[in-house]
């Protein structure tokens, strides 16, 4: 939560008229002593915007309007939301009985909040904390989910972080409503996405997605995986594959090790190479787009699989396809640009750390050059894929006697340094290269640039006499 206790004390000396209530989440939270770090603030009060204003300025904040479809403003300050504050239209009751879940529609007095006085006023109209007691996800009304579709991703985000376990009532409304997805804009959608994502019940919360209907309606080129085979070397089809993948990602990520012992054994095996202060930061930059492009992986191979006279399933380019169809996806859903480059990249890299060599043998400094230029600080994260990716391919069992070769592989691949420090000076640069090989603007001269910059990393030029002696060899060689 943005707003401290002592804030929370100056906005109760601004409710004069005992007229505002802290409902929704914070109270949930309140009740179950748990302070988390996406908690909202949200208030109601009858003084509408009046009140909103004097309390922004008695915290030396700001307001905004944020919806043009109903009363309601945000309080911000040094750019960072602190409460949102809706228009009382009606009566407390009303408001209430308006709300998602039931564990969301109580309220307690602001002065009583502040205060950490939770239980003696608190207003519960519709069993929510006795449904908190019991762990149970519960509907306000039987419509809530069709009033807002995006509620089927909140559930699931509930159980989750709460969890609270779905009712039989919600389970039925989340099939019948996830249908109604599509109609809900992708900002709000991909802002629900990404807690559900990031969070410590990924995996589970995509068996939740995919039992209601909901991760087919958000992703269709997943749905479009079903029953894709692609043995005899995938043990699943691509849909569960992909799957598969998710959950081996999520336990070789895991900050310690994970419960089952065969897990353990797996991510023990990685840890010296995941303390690497690099690889850990890597890990953690890059945790939202791995965990995406580790669901997405494979979404171009239904429309590339090929059988061959071998017997044997083929599905050329479908690391580029994937690719395309992943960022397109991610478009729709208004993700930010960054992060679509980021799962794109990695969806069509993925293959390559087992190209760079097989596991057992020692990839070349070259092949290990390239690999670092093509993916830079994506290097661990495409390498934990590339184990992920195994892992649902093979089984555990099967990859477990040769799973010292797969690490000692993404160890060398993950150690290995140029020679020559990037952050060197160049030893030649476009003009030196157009003026030592007398040769024109044009995109010689990159491919050139690059050559040099490679055989220096790789110590086979030191000097920049090497380099514009090479420059003159590559501008005259035959093309």
């Known amino acids: 939560m943005s707003l401290t206790s002592d804030d929370l004390r100056v906005l109760a000396e601004a409710d004069e008229s005992d007229g505002v209530w802290i409902v929704g989440g914070a109270v949930r939270d309140a009740l179950l002593d748990r302070h988390s770090r996406n ?8 003084g509408g915007e009046a009140w909103a204003q004097g309390a922004a300025a008695a915290l030396g904040a700001s307001l905004a309007r944020i919806s043009a479809s109903f009363p309601i403003w945000q309080i911000v300050r040094d750019g960072k939301p602190l409460a949102d504050v809706w228009q009382l239209e009606t009566d407390l009751a009303t408001d209430l009985r ?6 969301n529609a109580m309220a307690v007095p602001l002065r009583d909040f502040a205060g950490g006085e939770i239980l003696p006023n608190l207003v519960d109209l519709c069993g929510g904390r006795e449904d908190l007691a019991a762990r149970r996800l519960r509907l306000v009304s039987g419509s809530a989910l069709m009033a807002d579709p995006l509620r089927v991703l909140r559930a699931v985000r509930f159980e989750s972080e709460l969890g609270l376990r779905p009712d039989a009532g919600l389970r039925s409304a989340m099939r019948e409503s996830a249908g109604l997805l599509s109609g809900v804009s992708g900002e709000r959608v991909s802002a629900e996405l990404e807690r559900i994502v990031v969070g410590d019940g990924f995996a589970w919360s995509l068996r939740r997605l995919e039992q209601c209907g909901a991760l087919g309606r958000l992703f269709p080129e997943l749905e479009h995986c079903r029953g894709v085979d692609q043995r005899p070397v995938h043990r ?8 598969d993948a998710v959950r081996w990602i999520m336990r070789l990520t895991e900050d310690r090790p994970p419960r089952g012992a065969v897990a353990r054994e797996f991510w023990t095996a990685l840890e010296p190479i995941r303390e690497q202060e690099q690889v850990r930061t890597a890990l953690k930059q890059w945790r939202l787009p791995l965990r995406i492009a580790t669901l997405l992986h494979d979404i171009g191979k239904p429309d590339t699989r090929e059988v061959g006279a071998d017997g044997r ?10 690719a395309g169809l992943a960022a397109v996806r991610l478009r729709e859903l208004r993700f930010p640009s960054r992060l679509i480059g980021q799962v794109r ?4 890299q993925h293959l390559r750390p087992g190209q760079v060599a097989a596991p057992g043998q020692a990839p070349t400094n070259r092949a290990l050059h390239r690999f670092h230029s093509a993916l830079g600080d994506a ?13 649902a391919t093979a089984g555990s069992s099967a990859l477990l006697p040769r799973w010292g070769a797969y690490g000692a592989h993404v160890g060398r691949i993950l150690a290995w340094e140029p020679l020559r420090s990037v952050a060197a000076p160049r030893l030649l640069d476009g003009r030196g290269i157009m003026e030592a090989a007398g040769i024109g603007p044009g995109p010689q001269v990159g491919a050139i640039l690059r050559e040099i910059e490679e055989r220096a990393a790789l110590g086979e030029i030191e000097t920049a006499e090497e380099a514009r002696q090479l420059a003159r060899e590559l501008a005259t060689a035959p093309a």
């Open 39 to 46: 908690a909202e603030l949200d208030l109601v009060a009858t």
């Open 98 to 103: 308006r709300r998602d879940f039931t564990v």
């Open 236 to 243: 699943r089809d691509v849909f569960w594959h992909q799957y």
């Open 313 to 322: 399933t083929h599905f050329y380019g479908h690391s580029e396809l994937g």
């Open 345 to 348: 990249l990695l969806i069509e």
């Open 379 to 391: 290097a661990a994260p495409l390498c934990w894929l590339f184990l992920a990716d195994s892992l």
